[in-house]
């Protein structure tokens, strides 16, 4: 299961917490983005609910990040 995540970050905090959000496992790639949001990360998993721990647990429990917004991919 593949998911992009939108990420908006603390200003001053960029730096560290996409650092480290390149560390969280199951994260795969990582980009800076300007506009809305500050960074979109690409993570990967087997099940939703590892993705959900993932997600929830690990990329919102850093310090720096604010908010933010799954995207799960789909087959069709």
Not at 21 to 46: C, H, P, Q
């Amino acid at each position: 299961m593949i998911a992009f995540v939108l990420c908006k970050l603390v200003a001053g905090l960029e730096q560290k917490a996409v650092q480290q959000i390149k560390n969280v496992r199951g994260v795969k790639e990582v980009y800076m983005t300007f506009g809305g949001w500050d960074a979109i990360l690409l993570a990967e998993s087997d099940t939703i609910d590892k993705l959900s721990g993932l997600i929830v647990r690990e990329v919102r429990g850093i310090h720096g990040v604010q908010t933010t917004e799954t995207l799960v991919t789909t087959n069709v």
